[in-house]
């Protein structure tokens, strides 16, 4: 049995869980809860950098952060299924997966001033220069939304996870202005019942 | 022809000039200077969440990040060089690679927060998590430094990168303490001529 180390409302966590649905892993893993605020959590022993999701292999090897998790399942269930092999497609879901953890990390970086700062010490500029990235990266994504994959390969579930993100984070503000993209998430989540099945209440 | 658009103090941008060093594509790639804090850059097109390095192929598209563009130099040339095929020694490299990335990130943010924000809107629990991150994993890699492949793979590259801009941009602090991981970087720079021909002058 796998253990993963994660917490429902992380958009990286919940690639995992998705892709483990999708690859039918599910069953060889055992979701425990972490908290990457608290220093007593071992989980600052299993990811020297804090950070979820991790996998604990049966060996006891930790497995982190997402890309490398997500790769890994795709190998345990033979690989080819959610990295493609062929290298066009290769490529493309693994650039369309480092746009979406990018917009992510900026997204998240935005939620952490309010969580870390004091409203008087937020720095505009730094905000500014984050939400750049998010509406950059949504610009893009609605001009050229991809496919979905009869298995939906890294980067998609990365974008869904994505839109998940900021459904729950920020009140679903991207809705406004990317219709592709609401009507890309909801075939996703219609194709994938993990999706929905991981989705946090506001 | 592919062109690279990064910055020599990107240790990111360093992994892949080493790794187009050692896989021998360096004479196939052109180096243009990208300057991620300037709106009128090309580099935000390139890359929407507008972050050094890319690299930007023959038929037009912009790989990003550095990971997906250390994948494909290795597929391109031949595979199965920097990122090991065999499995276990293929996800030690990508989880050692997760972790010296993940510690850059840490370090990257506090970088930032002197060149975001006045010294008195500092935030000090903020700047003492990143650091946590840092220094954990120094500890673990320490405690045990991983090899250095005949061609190093991706986690050593990595690692290789994470020393280099500790020294550049925090003065070598992590030297003292650390005489293992000094004679490793000591033993890769000796190996790998690519390091010092990509060391910035503090």
Known sequence: MMILRSSPPSPFGRKVVIAASLLGLSN?????????GDAADTLRRENPVGKIPVLILED????????VILEYLDHRAGGGKIIPSEPSAR???????ALCDGVLDASLLVLYENRWRAAERHEQKWLDYQNDKINRGF???????????????VGQIALACLLGHRDFR???SWRAGNPKLVAWHDRFAAQVPAFDATKVAA
Do not use: C, H, M, W
């Open 28 to 36: 060889e893993i055992e979701y425990r809860k972490a908290d990457a």
């Open 60 to 67: 006891g090897t930790a497995l982190f952060d997402s890309r």
């Open 91 to 97: 490529f493309a879901a693994l650039r369309l997966q």
């Open 139 to 153: 610009a893009v994504l609605e001009a050229t939304p991809p496919g979905i994959d009869p298995i939906p390969n």
């Open 170 to 172: 920020f009140a679903g």
